[in-house]
């Protein structure tokens, strides 16, 4: 029961504007503050349990924080797998910890083409960043805003609040660091080819998620009215993925699970008609993966019903066709289709390239920042980089970042402990006192559809290849494990049980 009673002064005022209510502020009544108290402990206490907290002057001053002059100020960008395990594993005591990020939660990107065709809710991978530093440290500080720019000489970031850049609606504010760590991770990449951008949907966020849904579910209602040409239903049912990485083969998978699945129940006269074409550039899909694992899931593309393009690429995209060209014959083809996925690619964003316009002479390269062995952003001093809008000899996985934020983290926390931290500069400290970051492979793997997957995992000084139903089972296991909490756990285990049981949804709003 709330503590506060059905009539008197804070009754009449209402709960709202009660919650709202700075308890010090003068503008509230004496009397009022006695029953305010107890109610803004109880809110303290629970309110980060749940998921709809609306009150941002309570959340202000239970997550206010006085900065501690005597420790480094330690700024994060980003809440992407290389940010996210240094915050996990950092020493907190030791820092002022900052967290910069737009996005507000972890995304468990895996699972993210899963979430296209309603295998896995969306929520289920999206782990709130305020729970994870509930769970560290309450005087850890996160700005929902982007970084724009630096002052490398102050140490000084700008942040930009409001969802468009270009808004003049946007705030900005600034803020100091000792060190900074930029994970601000990558997006997609359309390598300059037209019309991409305007007519091709990406996976590579959740708000990609909801567009590609809502992409498939108009396109299969059109294709249900009588009224329209059998030339025009075959293009609305024909559904393109530019790209065979990973994130290309397992959409593809998962696509056409819910045709088989699903739309096979729902709207059988259509879901013999519905198409799948990848395209992919190269000679073979999936080129980081073993030969034997790539000619079973091409093998399993064409039993399955899935059109494999190779050695094409992608020229031109119009609102209806898109124009291919084969490297081998040199011909030409347009293709239509009603909706199409682009896979192909991650470029750095934003904030690398006005980092690396800071130092043009060192950073030269137009992908990203240049990092050295120690993480460390060639030509600057304390600032470090790591995931994908890093360029090094690493591959841009989730578990390279991953292993970059466990080494980082160990690297401040060994830093922390030094008595002469406050006169040595943190990039010294770290070359001095750690060895350089090497990368240690976990293995791959990739969910092709049918209840299969496959799988390439270190064994000694060889690689173990498996691939079938089995494999299915690992790597859902493997996805459970990998969750970063007991809850997205529970929750993806829960949403594949509902699947299995009643079938997905791809309903939008």
Known sequence: MLPFSKSGPIAQRGLHTVIRANISSRSVHVAERAYLAPLFAWHRTYATSTTTITDPVVL??????TPNNKKKTLVLLGTGWGSTTILKSLDTNSYNVVVVSPRNYFLFTPLLPSCTVGTTESRSIMEPIRHIIGRRSKDIRFYEAQCTDIDMTKKELVLEQGEELDSASNQSTRINYDYLVVGIGGTYNTFGTPGVEKYACFLKEMGDVSKIRRRIKDAIEKASFANISEAERDRLLHMVVVGGGP????????????IADDLSRWVPELASKI????????????????????????????????????????????????????SVSGSETEIPYGNIVWAAGIRARQFAHTLRAKVPDVQTSGRGLIIDDYLRVQGTEDIWALG???????????QVASQQGKWLSKAFNTMAKDRNERTISGSSL???????????????????????????????????????PFTSVFWKAYCLWELSSVRSSLSVATDWAKRAMFGRTISVD
């Open 388 to 398: 994908d809008c890093t360029v090094s000899k690493n591959a841009p996985l989730a």
């Open 60 to 65: 202000t001053e239970s997550r206010k924080t």
């Open 275 to 326: 198409r799948i074409t990848l395209v992919e550039s190269l000679p073979n899909v999936l080129p980081s993966f073993d030969k034997k694992l790539v000619y079973y899931t091409q093998l399993m593309f064409k039993k399955t019903g899935i059109n494999l393009l190779t050695n094409t690429t992608v020229k031109k995209v119009d609102e209806k066709t898109l124009t291919v060209s084969n």
């Open 430 to 468: 770290i070359l001095t006192k750690t060895s350089p970051f090497v990368y240690s492979s976990n293995g791959s793997l990739a969910y092709i559809g049918g209840e299969k997957a496959i799988a390439e995992l270190p064994f000694f000084n060889k690689s173990i290849v498996v691939g079938g």
């Open 247 to 258: 994130t290309g083969v397992e959409f593809a998978g998962e696509l056409h699970d819910l």
